[in-house]
């Protein structure tokens, strides 16, 4: 069965501080995007696209040969998955979500995500443990699954008691990933379009949902030059590097 990877990548990274896309930002002389490239070839995706905002030409072509298809509007990450909708139309096989902010995935966990997923599962989730989780939304587990995610802002007490937090990334049955998308409103004080919300849509249509936990230090997002110095840091550690 394939499986195909949409990168999200068209923030500009304003809190970086710089005018260019946040993806080039560099950890070791290498663009994030290169280095998060490199780990999902390795586990034999058989497709790679990138999603890019209007204007990102250099981001084209650090990524090339993997195709890219252009966010003209930022208006959530189900929106932005959905402009990639030529190339996520039901098939057999399972589409990797992952966000080109968060370039230290380890190859192995990506594999058990595909592998959830292939086995049977709809929608795969992947969570982890944060020292600090009060900025994360919190995995709701159920008694056939994932039940749902919510944002630490709309949590109940009892739920951002939870330790499980999520980050962002999923796999998803072929088959089901752009109805669910479709499904997704913009009912919110954002008025954007949340992936987050695909869970207890698939909930609602009877699809199994589960859980993949992975490591709080490859799961580190760059949001800051403070972050992207803290996952060079992580990276060098990783790679022996002094």
Same mark, same amino acid.
């Given at each position: 069965?394939? =499986?195909?990877?949409?990168?999200?990548?068209?923030?500009?990274?304003? +809190?970086?501080? $710089? =005018?260019?896309?946040?993806?080039?930002?560099?950890?070791?002389?290498?663009?994030?995007?290169?280095?998060?490239?490199?780990?999902?070839?390795?586990?034999?995706? *058989?497709?790679?696209?990138? /999603?890019?905002?209007?204007?990102?030409?250099?981001?084209?072509?650090? /990524?090339?040969?993997?195709?890219?298809?252009?966010?003209?509007?930022?208006?959530? =990450?189900?929106?932005? /998955?959905?402009?990639?909708?030529?190339?996520?139309? @039901?098939?057999?096989?399972?589409?990797?979500?992952?966000?080109?902010?968060?370039?230290?995935?380890? @190859?192995?966990?990506?594999?058990?995500?595909?592998?959830?997923?292939?086995?049977?599962?709809? /929608?795969?989730?992947?969570?982890?443990?944060? =020292?600090?989780?009060?900025?994360?939304? +919190?995995?709701?587990?159920?008694? *056939?699954?994932?039940?749902?995610?919510?944002?630490?802002?709309?949590?109940?007490?009892?739920?951002?008691?939870?330790?499980?937090?999520?980050?962002?990334?999923?796999?998803? %049955? $072929?088959?089901?990933?752009?109805?669910?998308?479709?499904?997704? $409103?913009? %009912?919110?004080?954002?008025?954007?379009?949340?992936?987050?919300?695909?869970?207890?849509?698939?909930?609602?249509?009877?699809?199994? +949902?589960?859980?993949?936990?992975? *490591?709080? *230090?490859?799961?580190?997002?760059? %949001?800051?030059?403070?972050?992207?110095?803290?996952?060079?840091?992580?990276?060098?550690?990783?790679?022996?590097?002094?």
């Amino acid at each position: 069965m394939k =499986t195909k990877a949409i990168i999200l990548g068209a923030g500009m990274g304003t +809190r970086m501080g $710089g =005018t260019f896309p946040k993806v080039l930002s560099k950890i070791c002389g290498q663009p994030m995007i290169s280095i998060l490239l490199d780990t999902v070839k390795k586990t034999g995706v *058989d497709e790679i696209t990138v /999603v890019i905002g209007p204007d990102m030409d250099n981001v084209k072509q650090v /990524v090339a040969p993997c195709k890219t298809v252009i966010q003209y509007e930022r208006l959530g =990450t189900a929106h932005a /998955v959905l402009a990639a909708e030529s190339e996520i139309e @039901p098939f057999e096989g399972c589409v990797l979500i992952l966000f080109g902010d968060q370039p230290l995935f380890l @190859p192995e966990t990506i594999e058990k995500m595909k592998e959830k997923c292939l086995a049977g599962a709809d /929608v795969v989730v992947l969570g982890f443990i944060p =020292t600090d989780a009060r900025r994360y939304g +919190r995995l709701v587990m159920g008694e *056939d699954g994932l039940d749902a995610i919510v944002e630490y802002k709309d949590a109940t007490d009892a739920q951002r008691a939870i330790k499980l937090c999520n980050s962002g990334v999923m796999c998803v %049955n $072929g088959k089901y990933l752009l109805p669910l998308l479709k499904q997704i $409103g913009n %009912n919110n004080a954002a008025h954007e379009y949340y992936l987050t919300d695909i869970v207890a849509l698939a909930k609602k249509a009877g699809l199994k +949902r589960d859980v993949v936990i992975g *490591d709080a *230090d490859e799961l580190h997002g760059v %949001n800051t030059p403070e972050e992207l110095e803290l996952a060079e840091a992580i990276y060098k550690k990783r790679m022996n590097i002094c």
